[in-house]
């Protein structure tokens, strides 16, 4: 039986980030169909309804999710465009590949895409553009890495490579993606 009411006092001043450390396991354990708001609830010994005081439905959970999990991916500081593009790629790549449920999602609800996707792409566009690139060029050189970048991280987290360091064939695979960019190194 799921318990009623608030919870105690004692669990309230992290339940925020409990909520999404729990959702957060359970898309990765059971993929996008084993996160509902029923099981988060019950994990968490709170009945379904007190989740919507934290997020109104389940796409702004998966939002939440979203923008904790991509959060701290930036483009290094310094370096040139293409030197930063592969930083912001490599980091975005380990990202996906860490929760790659996270990722289906997100694709699956366009209602749940999250706003750190959001600054991430814009980031993608303007290191494009500082990289020399410009209108349609930057629209499809944008499109071709976040594209690759999914489907690199997506396969690479359902069937891992043995042996392999996490994310080097897919680093290698983008070495040459960017060496292709019309752009100076």
């Known amino acids: 039986m799921t318990p009623r009411g608030r919870p105690r006092k004692e669990g309230r001043e992290d339940l925020p980030g409990r909520i999404l450390a729990t959702a957060q396991a359970i898309l990765d354990e059971g993929g996008p169909a084993g996160l509902t ?60 590949q860490a929760h790659p449920a996270l990722t289906l999602e997100i694709f699956r609800d366009p209602g749940a895409f999250p706003d750190q996707a959001r600054r991430i792409t814009a980031t993608l566009e303007q290191l494009l553009q500082d990289a020399g690139l410009q209108g349609a060029a930057v629209t499809a050189w944008r499109d071709i890495l976040i594209d690759v970048t999914h489907g690199a991280a997506l396969a690479l987290a359902a069937h891992p490579q043995a042996g392999a360091a996490p994310g080097q064939a897919a680093t290698e695979a983008l070495d040459h993606l960017l060496a292709a960019l019309p752009c100076a190194p």
């Open 37 to 96: 708001l029923r099981r988060l609830a019950g994990e968490l010994g709170l009945t379904p309804m007190a989740l919507y005081t934290h997020h109104a439905d389940r796409a702004a959970l998966i939002r939440a999710l979203a923008d904790r999990a991509y959060g701290g991916i930036t483009a290094p500081a310094e370096g040139s465009p293409r030197q930063r593009l592969a930083g912001l790629i490599t980091a975005y790549h380990a990202a996906v």
